[in-house]
């Protein structure tokens, strides 16, 4: 009588698991998140930043990293949240528009960031989808929307963007304001949508139906826009 032959335990784990990645790339959508759709012609690389420009922004920043409400998603690698903060750069560059700072590109995953992961937007052009930064990396890829938020009020100085499946679905059902279905991230019509929601209100949250997962929060001072989300994350869970 011949004995059954079982398949090599190591083999079988490794076929399903290329399964499973296959269906994965054909079948499942990338993620909508981490690529820079502004023009990126104007940056200008420079050294990193001093810690006072960034400090206070960056213990907001360690709440809301703890939170995961900003990190990376795995195994593709993509960082997600960026926090910003009106500032004054009239020295380095002459303009009307709002400066900012902002965290740069992709900085999502990393637990503390420092002078050469945050950067400063100088200036902008909304209609040509524009940015000029200057710092030791190019700025994250909503800082579009952050530039339209900060044109759309000059009250506001603070723009937190973070990401929690649970809030934007609690956010979705319950009506909270909202940017359309169609529109994708750090695109001039979310910038346009953000600033339509912003200009008759310095405070508040936005939940962006067409970025999966997107959540804003913006206000007058940092802790204000900070204690929005961490109430949401209360009410709707992490």
């Known amino acids: 009588m011949e004995s059954t032959k079982f398949p090599n ?6 076929s399903i698991l290329t399964y499973r990645n296959f269906v ?3 079948y499942m959508c990338p993620i909508d998140d981490g690529v ?3 023009d990126r012609s104007q940056f200008e690389l420079s050294n990193a930043l001093m810690a006072d420009e960034f400090s206070e922004l960056e213990k907001w920043r360690d709440t809301l990293y703890k939170l995961k409400l900003i ?3 795995l195994p593709e690698k993509i960082g997600y949240g960026n926090l910003s903060q009106r500032k004054e750069y009239l020295f380095l560059h002459k303009t ?6 902002i965290t740069g590109t992709q900085t999502g995953g990393l637990p503390t960031l420092f ?3 945050y950067t400063r937007v100088l200036d902008f052009d909304l209609a040509k989808n524009l940015v000029k930064v200057k710092g030791p990396l190019e700025a994250s890829s909503e800082a579009l929307t952050h530039a339209a938020v900060y044109e759309g009020n000059t009250s506001i100085n603070v723009v937190f963007h973070i990401h929690s499946t649970a809030i934007w679905k609690g956010m979705i059902k319950e009506n909270y304001p909202a940017t359309a279905k169609e529109i994708p991230y750090g695109t001039l019509d979310m910038a346009q949508a953000v600033q339509n929601i912003v200009k008759n209100n310095d405070t508040g949250l936005i939940v962006m139906k067409g970025h999966d997962d997107g959540v804003i929060s913006f206000a ?5 826009a900070g204690k929005l989300l961490l109430e949401v994350y209360d009410k709707f869970g992490g």
């Open 24 to 26: 994965r790339k054909v």
């Open 115 to 117: 002078g050469d992961h």
């Open 96 to 101: 009307e528009n709002p400066q900012f700072i």
């Open 36 to 38: 820079i759709k502004y």
């Open 220 to 224: 007058p001072d940092m802790d204000t």
């Open 9 to 14: 335990p190591t083999k079988l784990f490794i």
């Open 71 to 73: 990190g990376e998603y």
